[in-house]
Structure formats: structure tokens, C-alpha cells
């Protein structure tokens, strides 16, 4: 019996049959920067998937929190670790310090501790703020572009990254 398609089961075939084709075209650093373009978006695509585990996760555990408390749950929380800072930016550390959550507005993003150390260097470095938003920039557009999309931040030049700078600054340090 055929298997019957929807539509965005032939959009998807369309995309696979297109990507083929432009494949053939490509020479080896053509190759190369695409095979790194889709690690990255795998990458990324997993990581939401994880955040979107978490945060429903730590959904149901406010609503069951709260109702025990007798009162509506929101479904947010926040932990022991959480430190607030500018512009709507809180970061918390898990126990182990294996895992931070960077929150802005009412959605995370989960980073590891090598992420997050390298983000601790990154804004404890020398420069100018403006200076130091750009490298963080730069990091965030080549190793975790979900931050664009969670914080709505558009250049090197947007004041969030200023902020967030300073969130990290003074809240997460580097053991010596």
C-alpha cells in the first residue's frame, strides 16, 4: 500500500532532492563549511529540544508545587542559584556547576560549563564594552545562535549584549 504524503512531507523531499543536486556543485571547502553548518543546526536543534524537556518539566513541577500550596502555578521558578541582573537577564547554576540556564523574559537556554567558561573569559577579557559585546557576539553567531532568537538581539551592537556581559561579569566567576 503507498504511503500517503502531506505536504510538508513533499516540502521536505523537495528541500532533499534540491540539497542533492546543489551537493554536486560544491568543491571540498564548500563541502566542508556545510558539513559545519549542519553540525551546528543539529546541534542547536537538540539543544531546544532539551530546553523545551526542561522547561515543561519545571512547568509541571510550579503547577504541582503550587496546588499543593493552594494556589494557581505559574510555572515559573527559580532556584537557589539564580542571580538577576540587567535588562531581564538571570542566570543559574545547576549544583554541580555542569549545566547554567540563561534566562531572558520567561524562556532558557541551557549552556554547559565550558560554554560557560568560555563566556566568564570572553567578558572578563580586556577592551571597551563595546569591544567585548562584539567578541561575545561573535561567539554566540558561531557556537550558539539560539541566543539571537531568545533575547530578539539583531548586531554586535545591541545593548543586550552589554547587559548580559555584565550579568555574567558579576555573578559567575572562575575558579582558580
Known sequence: MAK??????AEHDALLKELRGLITQLDDEGLIYL??????????MNVDKHNAEVIAVAQKAGK???KTAGRKGTGKSEGAGTARGAAGFSISGTPSGSSFYL???TSDIMFSGSEMTRLV??????GTDIEISERLYNWFDRER???FA????????DDRLKDLA????????LAK
Open 4 to 9: 500517503k504524503t502531506t505536504g510538508k512531507d
Open 35 to 44: 558539513a559545519e553548518q549542519a553540525k551546528i543546526h543539529i546541534y542547536n
Open 64 to 66: 504541582k508545587a503550587a
Open 103 to 105: 534566562r531572558y523574559g
Open 121 to 126: 573569559k570572553i567578558v572578563n577579557g580586556p
Open 145 to 147: 545562535r539560539d541566543i
Open 150 to 157: 531568545l533575547a530578539n538581539m539583531k548586531n554586535k551592537f
Open 166 to 173: 555584565a550579568v555574567i561579569k558579576n555573578n559567575i566567576k
